[in-house]
């Protein structure tokens, strides 16, 4: 009997120092999905493709607000503009919501749709100034500052994985 | 294997881990309330020069104020990268010194 116990004990001593490697192994946490390549590139691309139109379109005004640059008026080209930059968006939002631990990468994808909703509908009322697309510039920011934090963690984790195994 | 001092090494790694995020985060809230502010009263002087009229000036400073909702979120990521690197860092750590106690690479 008591033979039969020792067995059992040794047993359950050899499963858990088994099991040990493989729990260390599982231990990372992750509260942040993984850096996406594609997401970064179509946040960059959008940021070209309005600071390109807002070259354009908006006026420029001195430290009085006065115009010293004119603007271009609301447009049909305008309006093609502000179409594709909401399914550019469309399109980076549906790749976010694949992802797990993305929430606010997924708000801010959201949001920045409502900023080009609002800057056209400020450009349908008159001119546009640098100044209009403000809000739009802050989520646009926002949006890249996301992607570089998601950057940092993916290369500094190459770094220690490397320096750990180097030691 | 030295506790005490494997415990101070998870320390201080989670401690550099996470330093590198909070300066990223004082920088980008300082300047993005900071520009905020200069926008506002842009926007009021465009309105006075009547560059622009007051309905798109209430349109373009709503926009601003939601666009903080956004600085948040990404303020929120960066916070969330930094415990995990911290913890992340820490775990290493403690991976190093148990397969150093073990002298295999157990883990």
């Known amino acids: ?167 | 294997m030295d506790f005490k001092n494997t415990l101070e090494k998870m320390l201080a790694a989670a401690r550099i881990a996470a330093g590198a995020h909070w300066n990223v985060v004082s920088d980008y809230l300082e300047k993005e309330y900071e520009e905020k502010k200069k926008e506002d009263e842009t926007i009021a002087l465009e309105v006075a020069a009547s560059t622009k009229t007051p309905t798109q000036a209430k349109i373009e400073l709503q926009s601003v104020k939601d666009s903080l909702e956004d600085v948040r979120l990404a303020l929120t990521v960066e916070a969330k990268a930094a415990a995990q690197e911290a913890i992340n860092a820490a775990l290493e750590v403690l991976r190093s010194a148990v397969n150093s106690a073990a002298k295999v690479a157990i883990l």
């Not at chain 1, 490697?21 to 959008?46: I, K, N």
């Not at chain 1, 631990?101 to 708000?107: C, G, H, P, S």
């Not at chain 1, 920045?112 to 802050?138: C, F, N, V």
Request: hydrophobic share 40%.
């Open chain 1, 1 to 167: 009997m008591r033979t039969r116990n020792s067995v059992w004990i040794a047993r359950r001593v050899f499963s858990l120092l088994a099991l040990l490697p493989l729990l260390f192994a599982s231990c990372s946490v992750l509260f942040v999905s993984p850096y996406d390549e594609v997401t970064d590139r179509a946040a960059t691309d959008l940021v070209t493709k309005t600071e390109i139109f807002l070259v354009r379109y908006a006026a420029t005004t001195d430290e009085t607000g006065q115009i010293v640059r004119r603007g271009k008026p609301y447009d049909a080209e305008a309006a093609s503009f502000y179409s594709e930059a909401r399914g550019a968006a469309a399109a980076m939002l549906l790749r976010s919501e694949q992802k797990d631990k993305n929430a606010e990468e997924i708000q801010i994808v959201r949001n920045l749709s409502t900023r080009y909703d609002q800057l056209e509908a400020s450009h349908r009322l008159g001119p546009i100034t640098k100044t209009s697309a403000a809000g739009l510039h802050r989520t646009l920011r926002a949006l890249v500052q996301v992607q570089l934090t998601k950057k940092h963690i993916g290369t500094s984790k190459e770094a220690t994985s490397a320096s750990a195994s180097n030691s």
